[in-house]
């Protein structure tokens, strides 16, 4: 995915990372879009990943995110 969006948008910055450790400082963006980002990770590491985006999202900033939602898990 991250091929196709360099390519779709040349002049945008795309990086592969952990979201659990953000390499940005503190306050750096000012909003995060996560397209089922968290349906791969157990539920109990939302917390966790919650926090490191709140730490590199400035005052104000935005995050908009799209997850599923189900009755039991359906990735394992």
Known sequence: ???VARRINPGL???VGDMHAV????AAVAG???F???VHRPGSDLPSLLRELRRI?????LL???FHVATRPWCR
Request: proline fraction near 8%; glycine fraction near 4%.
């Open 64 to 66: 908009l995110a799209a």
């Open 1 to 3: 995915m991250i091929a």
């Open 13 to 15: 910055e795309c990086q």
């Open 23 to 26: 390499d940005v400082s503190p």
């Open 36 to 38: 089922y980002a968290f």
């Open 32 to 34: 995060i879009v996560l």
């Open 57 to 61: 999202v400035r005052p104000n900033g």
